[in-house]
Each structure stands twice: as structure tokens, then as C-alpha cells.
């Protein structure tokens, strides 16, 4: 099985201020089609996920342009240039390049 | 507008039974593999389950196997998950998930099982 592993898994930012999160997989995730299927969720309190950034690096429907990824091959990151109030939740990576589909462990933003 | 809505769940016994269910609406539902994604108290996601559009293939997670079993009926626009012999690791919140070619785009509310005597 392919291993997600997220750093850091908590991170306190102040509100303005930009915030990163690191994906790291233990194999290649570029599929046999050529994609490569990394995408990011976000999972507010008491909220079922949403997905905010697929295939690396497309923001979906919806997602605030403060909003940015990128990454290749094994490594990954997600960007908020400007960190809001309604951002805090936890963060998951999510590779479904392979079977089992695999998360990482969450990496928890809240507000300093 | 594209919904998911979720049914079943419940107070289990271990080695009991339970089928959870989703209705799927806004969308076509037979456009689309869908997938079950489970989430235990105060821990992270876990992929359980995923069947394709056709419904020719199904995957589940190694500690399933054998245990349960995804199915979709596209007359109803429903997707299933038939769970046996329930163990106290399988309590957790299941999700059920629209993919769009691997991007799980579309997450249900969410429906608690819980596994104890």
C-alpha cells in the first residue's frame, strides 16, 4: 500500500498570514494513464470532507483562489496565501493512484 | 443540485450485521464510481471500499475483505454497503463518496456505526 505521510500535523498560524502543508508519498503516484491522482481535502469541525485541490494542482468548484498546490512525482504541498477564520479544520492528502486509496494523517490549522 | 443522502448505520453487536445505504440525486448516477469512506472517533480517514460505474469491479480495504460488500442499484440511483461480522474496529462514521475518475468530489453526511455489546 502506498504511505502518506503529512508534515506538519499541526500548524498555528496567525489570520492573514500564509500556511503550508507537506504530502510526501512512498511511491510514485503517477498512474499508468499518466495522471496522478493527489488531491486535498479539507474536513471543517463537525463537517463531512470536501475536496479543495485534485490531479495536484486544480482548485475545485468553489475553492477560494488562496487556494493553492503543487508537486510531482512523490512530494506535494498545499498553500493558503492568507489564512481566514473558516480555514481551521483538518487537511488530508489523498492519493487514488493505486488501490487501497490512501490518506495521510491529517495535519490540524488552527488559529494562533 | 448534486446530493447525497445516507441511511442505515446504528448499534451493532460485534459479529452482526448492517447495510448502509445512499441516495444520490442531482447527477447520473451511473456516470460515476463511487466509494465508502470511513472515519473512527477523533481519527483520520480511511478508504473502505470503491465500485465502478458499470459496477463490473469492486476493491475494499484489506481488513473488509470478506466481511463487506459494496453494490449500487442505478434504477434507484442507491449505493450499498453490506457489512458482516461487524467487529468493535469497524466503529466509525461512513461516508459515501462520489469519485469523478479518482477525485472524490462529492462526500455524504456521513452515517455513525457502532460496534458494541
Known sequence: DIVMTQTPLSSPVTLGQPASISCRSSQSLVHSDGNTYLSWLQQRPGQPPRLLIYKISNRFSGVPDRFSASGAGTDFTLKISRVEAEDVGVYYCMQASQVPYTFGQGTKLEIK | ?117
Open chain 2, 1 to 117: 443540485e448534486e446530493q447525497i443522502l445516507q441511511s442505515g448505520g446504528g448499534l451493532e453487536q460485534p459479529g452482526g450485521s448492517l447495510r448502509l445505504s445512499c441516495a444520490a440525486s442531482g447527477f447520473t448516477f451511473s456516470d460515476h464510481g463511487m466509494s465508502w469512506v470511513r472515519q473512527a472517533p477523533g481519527k483520520g480517514l480511511e478508504w473502505v471500499s470503491h465500485i465502478t460505474r458499470s459496477a463490473r469491479s469492486v476493491f475494499y480495504v484489506d481488513s473488509v475483505k470478506g466481511r463487506f460488500s459494496i453494490s449500487r442499484d442505478s434504477s434507484k440511483n442507491t449505493l450499498y454497503l453490506q457489512m458482516n461480522s461487524l467487529r468493535a474496529e469497524d466503529t466509525a462514521t461512513y461516508y459515501c463518496v462520489k469519485e469523478d475518475l479518482g477525485d472524490l468530489s462529492l462526500w455524504g453526511q456521513g452515517t455513525l456505526v457502532t460496534v458494541s455489546s
